[in-house]
């Protein structure tokens, strides 16, 4: 037997791999951008498990945490994370995990304030240029059952208008680059949004919504073509 092993009995020997190393790694969570500026959420074990956001600046001169101490960027709408939060203008918009309110930081001066009530938790935030509003998923916990819908939140009032209803479960609302339709994805009970969910577009204009794709399928990530041209992609999942 080579002098580098030992005999030991089934299950007994020890391994370089513990439990302290596997939980003790950073999870990235999510990614998005402002201009060219790159953010990304951690999850960190080290801090209990909190959820902190760190910003790369576009000339890679600094990368630091810009998430306050004592916050967490995690929402619970539907009971699992995911898309809490944007970056605008040198403003972050997060759900903040401890009261599932939005909050907003400015970047430049580190001033800090709640933006929505108590009581409902928002996800999948998208900025709204052509209405200076946050359009995102929100679901109301002061009734029972919850209700989803998707909401426009002011960014001169922070006052909150729903534009589109009637589902059980949304996520993912796109804004198309002229502002004036959205395409969103809902899903309804007993469905989960791994299993059968639909892919709409909501007409602000003419207020009308249209099912263009699924029922049978998972269809996930739906995005705008870039320019003006009316393209909707999307990923479907079997």
Same mark, same amino acid.
Not at 25 to 44: C, K, L
Not at 78 to 102: C, E, M, P, T, W
Not at 167 to 184: E, V
């Given at each position: 037997?080579?002098?580098?092993?030992?005999?030991?009995?089934?299950?007994?020997?020890?391994?370089?791999?513990?439990?302290?190393?596997?939980?003790?790694?950073?999870?990235?969570?999510?990614?998005?951008?402002?201009?060219?500026?790159?953010?990304?959420?951690?999850?960190?074990?080290?801090?209990?498990?909190?959820?902190?956001?760190?910003?790369?600046?576009?000339?890679?001169?600094? +990368?630091? *945490?810009?998430? #306050?101490?004592?916050?967490?960027?995690?929402?619970? @709408?539907?009971? !699992?994370?995911?898309?809490?939060? $944007?970056?605008?203008?040198?403003?972050?918009?997060?759900?903040?995990?401890?009261?599932?309110?939005?909050?907003?930081?400015?970047?430049?001066?580190?001033?800090?304030?709640?933006?929505?009530?108590?009581?409902?938790?928002?996800?999948?935030?998208?900025?709204?240029?052509?209405?200076?509003?946050?359009?995102?998923?929100?679901?109301? +916990?002061? *009734?029972?059952? #919850?209700?989803?819908?998707?909401?426009?939140?002011? @960014?001169?009032? !922070?006052?909150?208008?729903?534009? $589109?209803?009637?589902?059980?479960?949304?996520?993912?609302?796109?804004?198309?680059?002229?502002?004036?339709?959205?395409?969103?994805?809902?899903?309804?009970?007993?469905?989960?949004?791994?299993?059968?969910?639909?892919?709409?577009?909501?007409?602000?204009?003419?207020?009308?919504?249209?099912?263009?794709?699924?029922?049978?399928?998972?269809?996930?990530?739906?995005?705008?073509?870039?320019?003006?041209?009316?393209?909707?992609?999307?990923?479907?999942?079997?």
């Amino acid at each position: 037997m080579s002098a580098h092993l030992k005999e030991a009995p089934y299950g007994s020997w020890k391994s370089a791999i513990t439990t302290s190393l596997i939980t003790s790694r950073i999870d990235f969570v999510s990614i998005f951008t402002d201009e060219n500026d790159v953010y990304w959420t951690e999850m960190r074990p080290d801090e209990e498990g909190r959820y902190v956001i760190v910003r790369r600046s576009s000339d890679n001169k600094e +990368m630091r *945490v810009v998430l #306050p101490d004592g916050f967490s960027a995690c929402h619970s @709408l539907n009971d !699992y994370g995911g898309a809490s939060a $944007i970056a605008v203008k040198s403003l972050l918009f997060f759900s903040n995990l401890n009261d599932q309110r939005v909050y907003v930081v400015d970047l430049l001066d580190g001033r800090m304030q709640p933006i929505t009530q108590p009581g409902y938790r928002y996800a999948y935030m998208e900025f709204d240029r052509n209405n200076n509003a946050i359009v995102a998923v929100r679901e109301d +916990m002061t *009734v029972s059952p #919850p209700v989803q819908t998707i909401v426009a939140i002011d @960014l001169k009032t !922070y006052s909150d208008q729903i534009i $589109i209803h009637g589902h059980d479960f949304y996520s993912s609302p796109r804004i198309s680059p002229r502002g004036d339709k959205i395409a969103f994805i809902s899903w309804k009970h007993p469905n989960m949004p791994w299993d059968h969910t639909e892919l709409w577009i909501y007409d602000r204009e003419t207020n009308t919504k249209n099912m263009i794709a699924g029922r049978t399928e998972s269809i996930m990530e739906p995005c705008w073509s870039p320019d003006n041209v009316f393209f909707l992609f999307f990923v479907i999942g079997f």
